[in-house]
């Protein structure tokens, strides 16, 4: 029984995964770090308040906080858009460096006779008819 916990535990998915969590985790504090200490300042001198929380709608007798709502949005919008520009943008730049995409396998071959390039399945050569 503890055999097979250890092999599950020491698999590698199970690894990764932690190894995500634990990222992740320091991974959105520098996110909403980012997002309350200098976007939302940001976004709160261009349009007043640093988020819509103050917007509060009245029905009947209750309250419709859609101005949370709306805070919730941009925050999403604004830590997808550091999550893309900071780290999967540079992510795929570094991964097209590093790994150059396959060449591509020859689609003809030299002509014996007259070293003219033909398709591969051609069984005669275009240029000078001879038999490949």
């Known amino acids: 029984m503890l ?16 190894v995500a969590v634990i990222i992740g985790a320091a991974f959105t504090a520098i996110v909403t770090a980012l997002t309350t200490n ?3 300042p940001l976004l709160g001198a261009v349009v007043g308040k ?12 209750g309250e419709i906080k ?10 999403f919008l604004l830590i997808a858009g550091v999550v ?3 780290l999967v943008l540079p992510t795929q730049f570094l991964l097209k460096k590093f790994n150059p995409p396959a060449a591509a396998p020859p ?3 030299a002509c014996p006779q007259c070293l003219g ?3 591969l ?8 008819t001879q038999p490949v």
């Open 3 to 18: 055999k097979g916990f250890r092999d599950f535990i020491l698999r590698g998915n199970v690894m990764d995964l932690a």
């Open 38 to 40: 200098i976007i939302n």
């Open 50 to 61: 640093p988020n819509f929380d103050y917007l509060v709608g009245h029905l009947h007798g």
């Open 66 to 75: 859609y101005g949370t709502f709306l805070t919730a949005v941009i925050n």
């Open 84 to 86: 893309y520009f900071f």
């Open 107 to 109: 689609s003809t071959k």
């Open 117 to 119: 390039d033909i398709p």
């Open 121 to 128: 399945a051609a069984t005669r050569c275009k240029f000078c």
